[in-house]
Structure formats: C-alpha cells, structure tokens
C-alpha cells in the first residue's frame, strides 16, 4: 500500500546549526502537508505544498516538493531551541478521506 | 473561528475498565473527524474517521470502538482496556475538501 518514510528519525544539533529532514512517498502525492509537534503538545499543520518543484519558507523554514511530486523536505537555517519537537509530513491516503502520515523526525536543539 | 475540544487531558484507567473519550468541534458543520493514538516517542496512528453522523471507517481492528452520534462530536470507546491502549489519544478534524487536518489538545490515557 501507500506508504510515506521520514528520515531521520531522530537529529540533535547545536543552536545555530541548520537541520533537514527528508519525505518519500510510495505513489505520486497531489500534496503534501507537514506538521510540527512540539513535546508534550498536538501536531500542529505548518504548510501545505501542491506544485511540482515548489518551494515555500516561512521565516527560517523552507520547505520542497519534488519535481516528481514524490519527495519533500523541510530545511531549518539556524535552528533555535523553540524549534524543539517532532516535524511529520503526510499525503493524502488512497481513500481520500484519510493522510498517511511518516513517522516523523524529532529534532532537539542544545543551546 | 473553528475549536476542537477533548476531554478529560489525562486519564489513569486500570486493565478491564471501559473507555469513553470525547472530542467536539466548534464553528464548523460536516467536518470530517478521525482519531489518532500515538505511543510515546512514535508516530500517528489513524484508528477511525467518520465523513458523517453514523458514519464510521475503522483502519486498525482493535480493541476500540467509535461512533458519531451527533455532526460534531466524536467519540472513541472501549469495553474493556488492555495495558496496551496506553497512549496519547488524538481527535483531528477537517473540512470539505481540503486535506489539511486540524488536531486537538489529545487525552493522555495509561491503564494499569
């Protein structure tokens, strides 16, 4: 079936350091989402790609989708310790109702 | 604005006791609702989604049950728990046809 893989699974990286994290779906997407759970909280939705090739920031976030809308990442410039927590990307699942989400990267930042 | 609402935050349930978690949505009609569990430190899990009242899609056959008894609320159920439906319980919404999924506070539950 449909799967989405994240890599890595786990990054510890200095403040001020960059971090990237990785997305690849089985299937060609339509879009794809990420979401950030910060400990202890829910999974919160940052951004949604559609476009083959995009490219979107917010603030020090880039994210990418691929030109065979198959792969995304999510790149940090200078992380800072809020950006402490779980980084998920999803895709829409077969059923149209439902996304298939990876099992995320945790990302911790040491000051 | 739209909210979602979970309760109770935290539970403490001992192995062979029944389960009843609720989530609602405010300020929107005919969302769809799904619930989540995440085991710690691990990934979404999708239990069930429901399009609409009564109706309900079950992806992981379990122990847990849910039903949708009225537009907005959703409930996640369980008749007798097992030490392993300890986890941290999620409720997402979302509206039409959009993908983006919209979660709730959670309900962390540990059974004993």
């Known amino acids: 079936g449909q799967q989405v893989m994240q890599i890595p699974q786990y990054q510890h990286v200095q403040e001020g350091e960059d971090f990237t994290t990785y997305c690849n779906s089985s299937t060609t997407l339509s879009n794809i989402q990420w979401y950030k759970q910060r400990p202890g909280g829910h999974p919160v939705f940052l951004i949604q790609?559609?476009?083959?090739?995009e490219v979107k920031k917010q603030k020090r976030l880039t994210f990418q989708f691929g030109e065979a809308k198959k792969n995304s990442s999510l790149h940090i410039t200078a992380t800072q310790t809020t950006d402490v927590g779980t980084y998920f990307c999803?895709?829409?699942?077969?059923?149209?109702?439902?996304?298939?989400f990876g099992k995320g990267t945790s990302l911790l930042v040491t000051p | 604005s739209q909210t979602i609402h979970q309760w109770p935050a935290t539970l403490v349930q001992p192995v062979g006791s029944p389960l009843s978690l609720e989530c609602t949505v405010e300020?929107?009609?005919?969302?769809?609702l799904y619930w989540y569990r995440q085991a710690a430190g691990r990934g979404l899990q999708l239990l069930f989604y429901?399009?609409?009242?009564?109706?309900i899609s079950s992806e992981v056959p379990q122990n847990l049950s849910a039903s949708r008894p009225q537009d907005r609320q959703f409930i996640l159920s369980s008749k007798k728990l097992l030490l392993s439906d300890s986890g941290f319980y999620l409720c997402?919404?979302?509206?039409?046809?959009?993908?983006?999924?919209?979660f709730g506070p959670g309900t962390r539950l540990t059974v004993l």
């Open positions: 997402a919404w979302r509206q039409g046809a959009s993908d983006t999924q919209y």
């Open positions: 999803a895709g829409p699942a077969n059923s149209g109702y439902a996304l298939n």
């Open positions: 429901s399009v609409g009242i009564g109706q």
């Open positions: 790609l559609v476009k083959s090739g």
């Open positions: 300020g929107t009609s005919n969302p769809n």
